[in-house]
T-cell receptor, first 112, second 116 residues
């Protein structure tokens, strides 16, 4: 039973344009969400997080939107850069610091 | 910021042998650590949660006698893969609960285990 789903295995975007990565969850107990960037054979790198009391959080080129009623969150990267090419994972937990459940990941390719 | 050191980064072992992976919090105390496993092109799957001084909590389907976790101090958790088989070949990652640092979670750099 996949509690966190990333239905798009891959996404290709032109440099300078917006990248939108989507994530859905089924467990209504989740209230803390994070996005990570990952390269093969490396640990995940934190990008941005959001708690359920917010619907938007912004950090530089990265913005995360949370729609609790739809159990959906998205990561926007604007403008996209070739260095953003990696696998992006959405993760959720029932509370800050509790165990994380990861989605399957989305491969982002930013073309120059 | 908080740092977690994971060793070794890669290891090759023969079938039937055991391998130990260490995860150390360098500049903070980690009461709780999480162990994940990632197969190629797949998600990070939580294997177990280890708490200092107590038995680890394993996720459903994870063999606790095969994947031994020890969290004997506030800075060190170890995962031992016992009697390794080729199907245990995977990428193992630890994460320490780090309240107030790294947004709650500090990940190690991972260990690539290859069983031949």
């Amino acid at each position: 039973d996949q509690q966190v789903k990333q239905n798009s295995p891959s996404l290709s975007v032109q440099e300078g344009r917006i990248s939108i990565l989507n994530c859905d969850y089924t467990n209504s107990m989740f209230d803390y969400f994070l996005w990570y960037k990952k390269y093969p054979a490396e640990g995940p790198t934190f990008l941005i997080s959001i708690s359920s009391i917010k619907d938007k959080n912004e950090d530089g080129r990265f913005t995360v939107f949370l729609n609790k009623s739809a159990k959906h969150l998205s990561l926007h990267i604007v403008p996209s850069q070739p260095g953003d090419s990696a696998v992006y994972f959405c993760a959720a937990s029932a509370s800050y610091g509790n165990k994380l459940v990861f989605g399957a990941g989305t491969i982002l390719r930013v073309k120059s | 910021g908080a740092v977690v050191s994971q060793h070794p980064s890669r290891v090759i072992c023969k079938s039937g042998t055991s391998v130990k992976i260490e995860c150390r919090s360098l500049d903070f105390q980690a009461t709780t650590m999480f162990w994940y496993r990632q197969f190629p092109k797949q998600s990070l799957m939580l294997m177990a949660t280890s708490n200092e001084g107590s038995k680890a909590t394993y996720e459903q389907g994870v063999e606790k006698d095969k994947f031994l976790i020890n969290h004997a101090s506030l800075t060190l958790s170890t995962l031992t893969v016992t009697s390794a088989h080729p199907e245990d070949s995977s990428f193992y990652i630890c994460s320490a609960q780090s309240p107030g640092r790294n947004y709650g979670y500090t990940f190690g750099s991972g260990t690539r285990l290859t069983v031949v």
